[in-house]
């Protein structure tokens, strides 16, 4: 099971550097690849408007 980044993103970034498997990607949102993801939460906990949620 994969993160996802919901539309409550305000791409600040601070996701994408704490992704271990760089399954992130910049946009409008920041996306996470549900193929590469781990699953590890490392998004999660870093992100300051809770964005990422499990799918």
Do not use: F, L
């Not at 949102?29 to 939460?41: A, E």
Request: aromatic share 4%; proline share 9%; net charge negative.
């Amino acid at each position: 099971m994969a993160y996802k980044i919901t539309d409550d993103c305000i791409a600040c970034g601070a996701c994408q550097a704490e992704c271990p498997v760089d399954a992130i990607s910049e946009g409008d949102i920041y996306v996470i690849d549900p193929d590469t993801c781990i699953d590890c939460g490392a998004c999660a906990n870093v992100c300051p408007v809770d964005a990422p949620q499990p799918e």
